[in-house]
């Protein structure tokens, strides 16, 4: 298995944290990678990545419902802007202890109303 499913990992890792940090209950996680998320289902077939699968299924208990689906990358929009501002904006910190950008809202919103938003 490659850094890049173990970035996805993490990427999951982090998710699961900062929902369980801001005490939300009822998640639907959405990942692209349809690697990572059956590893989280089934952590025993990603034994070099125990640790990590651990961690996520622990995190995943303090939820009350949780689910996970794989979207294709197309359609995980609000997922790609978040990536690209980390790297175009230089957003290395969490957006939970640096303060959400600008346009986070317009787009939570735009999803809510439409189940879809325009990049």
């Known amino acids: ?3 890049r499913f173990e970035a996805e990992l993490l990427s999951i890792l982090w ?3 900062g929902v369980k940090n801001l005490h939300f209950k ?3 996680f959405e990942s692209s990678s349809a690697m990572a998320m ?3 289902l089934q952590p025993h077939k990603a034994p070099a990545f125990r640790n990590i699968l651990v961690e996520i299924r622990s995190l995943l208990l303090a939820l009350d419902n949780w689910k996970i689906e ?5 359609g995980n ?3 790609a802007k978040f990536a690209a501002s980390v790297t175009e904006e230089h957003r290395y910190q969490s957006y939970v202890a640096a303060g959400e950008p600008s346009w986070l809202s317009l787009v939570i919103s735009s999803e809510a109303r439409n189940g879809t938003y325009e990049l």
Not at 70 to 74: F, I, Y
């Open 1 to 3: 298995m490659s850094k």
């Open 77 to 79: 929009k609000v997922a």
């Open 38 to 40: 059956n590893a989280v």
């Open 70 to 74: 794989t979207v294709n990358q197309g």
């Open 26 to 28: 009822e998640v639907i």
């Open 15 to 17: 998710a699961v944290e």
